[in-house]
């Protein structure tokens, strides 16, 4: 067989690791950046085997700012036959903006406080969720390939509508980082009347405002184009920060313990990723043999918080039926095949030992 093709473009941490990633599992990785000489120091790390252009790229990862992805992707689009997606947190004005059938919109959730290639590790991904978010246009098996491939770098696949990604992505990202710079610019403030302020910040401060690190350049491009969810949030924030003030000004120690306690809970309860000695059933969905089917699916999954361990698409030899079958937790089962038969499929699930 011939050896598997792919092509980044943008040689930072993420696009990096995805090049360190890939290799070690034995794909060919070209790699292209604005910045020549990082292309350069990518071929010396051996993030990739060929500086320069692929236009055999069975898949090209878009690591590039968020307001260059869509020429980005037109460029790619153009040169190669392959898929192409990209890892921009900000979803929905570039989904809109591409809008062609080979190109999935797609965000790892993972980073480092390293900046730059130096900081790319193959394993970044590991552990990690990578949100894809297809459209009806996308053909199923390109979409399962994608798939497929990113779980290979041992990511947890959530597929989301576009506009539902960046409206939660603004809760679990954008408006955090914020918060993590507000609280960094108090606290420099206050370090410049007593210096010794910085050096009581303690473990608990430091894991709260970690976010801040990262790299500054590309936030504000994130925040121009995500800007009426990030301020949605940040409104909601602000109002429940006025409640607190309001708890801590008045004294009001059954309020303070009753917030703290719900806070605790749910921090408790977040969820963790699927694992071996969870119980799996198996979803077999009879389903037309038609573009997007798979993309419903999945972003359907993703909305009702549905984990899809697993996945395979049996398509019907005379054309015209074919067959998805999903591996979930057993106790989330019952919630997808609801939302299935709501939508007019007719799911069977079957128990796995």
């Known amino acids: 067989m011939s050896q598997r093709r792919a092509e980044v473009v943008g040689l930072g941490l993420i696009g990096g690791s995805i090049g360190l990633a890939l290799r070690r599992r034995g794909w060919h990785v070209s790699g292209t950046d604005i910045d020549p000489a990082r292309a350069v120091r990518a071929l010396e790390m051996g993030v990739v085997d060929h500086a320069g252009p692929d236009t055999a790229a069975e898949i090209t990862f878009l690591a590039v700012p968020v307001r260059s992805v869509p020429d980005a992707a037109l460029a790619a689009l153009a040169s190669t036959q392959g898929i192409v997606t990209d890892v921009g947190s900000v979803k929905g004005s570039i989904v809109e903006a591409v809008n062609h059938p080979r190109f999935i919109g797609g965000h790892p959730m993972a980073g480092s406080e390293q900046d730059g290639i130096d900081g790319a590790e193959a394993d970044l991904f590991a552990g990690s969720v990578w949100v894809l978010t297809p459209t009806p246009t996308n053909d199923d098996d390109q979409l399962n390939l994608l798939r497929s491939v990113i779980v290979d770098l041992g990511a947890d696949v959530v597929a989301l509508a576009p506009e539902h990604h960046d409206a939660l992505v603004a809760v679990v990202s954008h408006v955090p980082h914020l ?52 301020v949605e949030v940040l409104d909601g924030l602000i109002t429940s920060l006025q409640d607190v003030r309001s708890l801590v000004a008045e004294g009001d120690r059954a309020g303070l313990l009753t917030l703290l306690e719900r806070a605790r809970a749910a921090r408790e309860n977040l969820p963790s990723r699927l694992i071996a000695t969870v119980a799996l059933c198996e979803i077999r969905i009879p389903v037309p043999d038609r573009a997007g089917v798979l993309a419903e699916v999945t972003t359907l999954a993703g909305t009702l918080d549905v984990n899809i361990a697993d996945l395979e698409i049996a398509h019907s030899s005379e054309g015209e039926r074919g067959v998805l079958i999903l591996i979930v937790e057993a106790d989330a089962a019952e919630r997808l095949r609801s939302g299935l038969l709501a939508l007019g499929f007719r799911p069977a699930v079957l128990p796995l030992q």
């Open 179 to 230: 918060t993590a710079a507000a609280l960094m610019r108090l606290t420099e403030q206050r370090g410049n009347e007593h210096r010794a302020l910085l050096r009581l910040a303690a473990g608990g401060f430091r894991d709260m405002t970690r976010v801040a690190s990262g790299h500054p350049g590309i936030w504000p491009d994130i925040c121009v184009e995500n800007r009426p969810a990030i």
